[in-house]
């Protein structure tokens, strides 16, 4: 399973950093993903980082504000989140890729966590 952690109320500009941890299934090997949903809108990529960690993605929105990062010993993938705006306020998923090939559609992903709450104050 995927757990996340680190979600909670900021005022804009302000950062958080989430934390997904990963139990039960194999984690190294594998391309991890964020992505969120905001209230009345489609979930949506945010950002993907490959097994190794050498290669990572972003949504336009998030570029040069957010960070992903991991930690295979830790099993564990983090999104720092930088700068933040009210419209960043979503619950935001980890999940596992499928396959190594970089991909922002859901269904690529088998793996998800149960979401963490980020609200954005102005």
């Known amino acids: 399973q995927l757990v996340e952690s680190g979600g909670g109320l900021v005022q804009a500009g302000g950062s958080l950093r989430l934390s997904c941890a990963a139990s039960?299934?194999?984690?190294?090997?594998?391309?991890m993903g964020w992505f969120r949903q905001a209230p009345g809108k489609e979930r949506e990529f945010v950002a993907h980082i490959i097994w190794s960690g050498s290669n990572t993605y972003y949504a336009d929105s998030v570029k040069g504000r957010f960070t992903i990062s991991r930690d295979n010993a830790k099993k564990t993938v983090y999104l720092q989140m930088n700068s933040l705006k009210p419209e960043d306020t979503a619950v935001y998923y980890c999940?596992?890729?499928?396959?190594?090939?970089?991909?922002?559609?859901?269904?690529?992903?088998?793996?998800w966590g149960q979401g963490t709450q980020v609200t954005v104050s102005s």
């Open positions: 999940a596992r890729s499928r396959g190594s090939v970089y991909s922002r559609a859901e269904y690529e992903y088998d793996y």
């Open positions: 039960g299934l194999t984690f190294s090997s594998y391309a």
